[in-house]
Structures are given as structure tokens and as C-alpha cells.
């Protein structure tokens, strides 16, 4: 059984800066794609950033791009980070760490996280 854990999340003013990570745990043979989604109250769960196997394949919202930026741990096998630059309100969520075996299978991923709490104050 695979657990993801979340960190890094908390409360920062608009245009602040805040940098998640998610770790892996338990049994992981196998290198997964990764990636983070949001949910706000009252909304949609949707996609934020992801990251292939070998890191090599990157996509993100156009809600985020520019500002956000995910990667991979070179080190530490099935780690992922999301510095978030120039944060605005709208970016208030609970984020979700996932795990898939591909990116296309990010979306009904097997693995999440217990998610953590971003609040961008205005």
C-alpha cells in the first residue's frame, strides 16, 4: 500500500510565495507519475500541475502557468514538490498530492493524498 503525505501548505498574503511537498511511503517498487490537484468550497475538484515518471513530460492549469512550478526530487524516488509564486485569493484550496502509473491515468488515480490547506488572504 502506497501513502502519500502532504506539507506545506498554510496561510500567505496575495502575491507570497508557498512550496508544497508530497512524499511517497510504503511500498513502492515502481516510479509513479505525479501531480497535484485543488479543490475550493463549493467547487469542482480540478487539476493544478503534473510530472511524468522521468520528469520529462510537464503539465499545469492555465490558471497557474507562470506562477506555479512542479518537480520531481532527484534523490528521493516518487517526491514531488509545487513552488507557487505570485499567489491570489482564487488559489485557495485544499491541495491533493496523486500517484499514477501515467500521466493519462492522473485523473483516476489510485494513490492521493490527504490533502493540505492553502489560504491566499487578499
Known amino acids: 500500500q502506497v501513502q502519500l503525505v502532504e506539507s506545506g501548505g498554510g496561510l500567505v498574503q496575495a502575491g507570497g510565495s508557498l512550496r508544497l511537498s508530497c512524499a511517497a511511503s510504503?511500498?513502492?517498487?515502481?516510479?509513479?507519475?505525479m501531480g497535484w490537484f485543488r479543490q475550493a468550497p463549493g467547487k469542482e475538484r480540478e487539476f493544478v500541475a503534473a510530472?511524468?515518471?522521468?520528469?520529462?513530460?510537464?503539465?499545469y492549469a492555465d490558471s497557474v502557468k507562470g506562477r506555479f512550478t512542479i518537480s520531481r526530487d532527484d534523490k528521493v524516488k516518487n517526491t514531488v514538490f509545487l513552488q507557487m509564486n505570485s499567489l491570489k485569493p482564487d488559489d485557495t484550496a485544499v491541495y491533493f498530492c496523486?500517484?499514477?502509473?501515467?500521466?493519462?491515468?492522473?485523473?483516476?488515480?489510485?494513490?492521493w493524498g490527504q490533502g493540505t490547506q492553502v489560504t491566499v488572504s487578499s
Open positions: 496523486v500517484a499514477a502509473g501515467s500521466l493519462a491515468t492522473l485523473n483516476t488515480a489510485q494513490y
Open positions: 510504503g511500498r513502492t517498487p515502481s516510479t509513479y507519475a
Open positions: 510530472i511524468s515518471r522521468s520528469g520529462g513530460i510537464i503539465d
